[in-house]
Structures are given as C-alpha cells and as structure tokens.
C-alpha cells in the first residue's frame, strides 16, 4: 500500500529564512510523482512543485526547491527566503491514487 | 475558467438524514476522487474514479457511496451520516492518475 508520512506536525521560521519540511513516502510503482501542496487559511489546495520519480534532477519552482532521494524515498521541500503569506498548512502527496501525508503546519514569523 | 465546483460550501445536517455533495469539473478528466480532512491525519481517500462507471475504494470508504454516470460528475452520498463524518470535504480531478489534480472549494460538513 501506499503510504506519505510528515513527521513534522509544526514548524517555524523567520521571515527571509530557509526552511525545509520533510516527507517519506512508500510506493511500489516504477512511474510516479510526488508533489508538495499548500493550503493557506482559506483551505484552498494549491500546487506548490511537483517531481517526476524517472527524473533525478530535483524540480525548483522559484523560491520552492525539493530534495529528491528516491532510493531513500524521501522528499523534502525548501522554501527560501520565506515570507508572511508562505504560512499555511503543507502537503505531501504521491501520485498514482494520490496518497498525502498527515501534513506540516508552517509559521512564518515577521 | 477549468475548475472543479463543489456544493454546498458549508452543510450543517442531523444524524440519519441522507445527503449528496456535489462534484464538477469541466476540464474533461478522467481521474476524480473524495478526500476528507480531518486534523492530524491530513486528506484521506475516500473513492477515486478512473473513469466513467469505473470506480473503487479509497483508505476510508466506509459510510460513503459514489457514482459516475458522467465524466464531468462525481457526487459524494451519504445514506446515514453520523457525526464521526463531520468533517472538510475535497473533491479533485486530474486528467490521469499520475498527474497533479485540481480541487474543488471544500465542503466543510457537520453532522449534528
């Protein structure tokens, strides 16, 4: 089965800082994504990256970048240069059935 | 606009009396699927569909029934609803399985 975990219920950063939110995951397909989703106070679902498994160059999306370790199947999200309106609660998911994690909840502090 | 619709945005019920959450999506996909969003565990599958008159179990189907007649729809039944279904609702499609999905609103129900 598959299986997302977040072991980071909270975090908290200052803002213009760097952050990183980990993520494992378990899958038995040879071909999937794995994605990162935000989900601000207004529970709106917004894609924030998304990493194709075949691809070993780890996917950027301007401040957003992950670490991509597929034989530890681990997939963490940086967030440089946080700002105020990147606090919001954070997703990991794998693709295929789309299976999230429990999910971090990320504090940016002024 | 390509988007996916739920309704009710917000539904206050009582135990025992049957409701439908109502799911679009005008983007012709293929892939939809129920989640709900409980604190601390996250979204959870409910059912997902592959296609028109395909669908299956999620991790926690129990208490829910689906249907997709048409590619566009995806309703969300409950026969009884109990109170240990109140819960944040999310509807998703994507044009496959493997491929980012795009949410509805949510639902945010409570079963009283």
């Known amino acids: 089965a598959q299986t997302v975990t977040q072991s980071q219920p909270e975090m908290s950063v200052q803002e213009a800082e760097t952050v990183t939110l980990s993520c494992t995951y378990d899958?038995?397909?040879?071909?999937?994504?794995l994605f990162w989703y935000k989900q601000p106070p207004s529970r709106q679902m917004i894609l924030v990256i998304r990493q194709e498994a075949y691809k070993q160059q780890n996917a950027t999306e301007n401040r957003f970048s992950v670490n991509f370790q597929k034989a530890a199947k681990s997939f963490s999200l940086k967030i440089s240069d946080s700002q105020l309106g990147d606090t919001a609660m954070y997703f990991c998911a794998s693709g295929g059935k789309l299976i999230f994690g429990q999910g971090t909840e990320l504090s940016v502090k002024p | 606009e390509a988007q996916v619709t739920q309704n009710p945005r917000y539904l206050i019920t009582v135990t025992g009396k049957k409701l439908t959450v109502t799911c679009s999506q005008n983007?012709?996909?293929?892939?939809m699927s129920w989640y709900r969003q409980d604190p601390g565990l996250g979204l959870r599958q409910i059912y997902y569909s592959m296609n028109v008159e395909v669908t299956d179990k999620g991790d926690v189907p129990e208490g829910y029934k689906v249907s997709r007649k048409e590619k566009r729809n995806f309703p969300l039944i409950l026969e009884s609803p109990s109170p240990n279904q109140t819960s944040l609702y999310f509807c998703a499609s994507s044009p496959r399985g493997r491929t980012e999905a795009f949410f509805g609103q949510g639902t945010r129900l409570t079963v009283v």
């Open positions: 983007m012709n996909h293929e892939y």
């Open positions: 899958t038995s397909e040879n071909n999937y994504y």
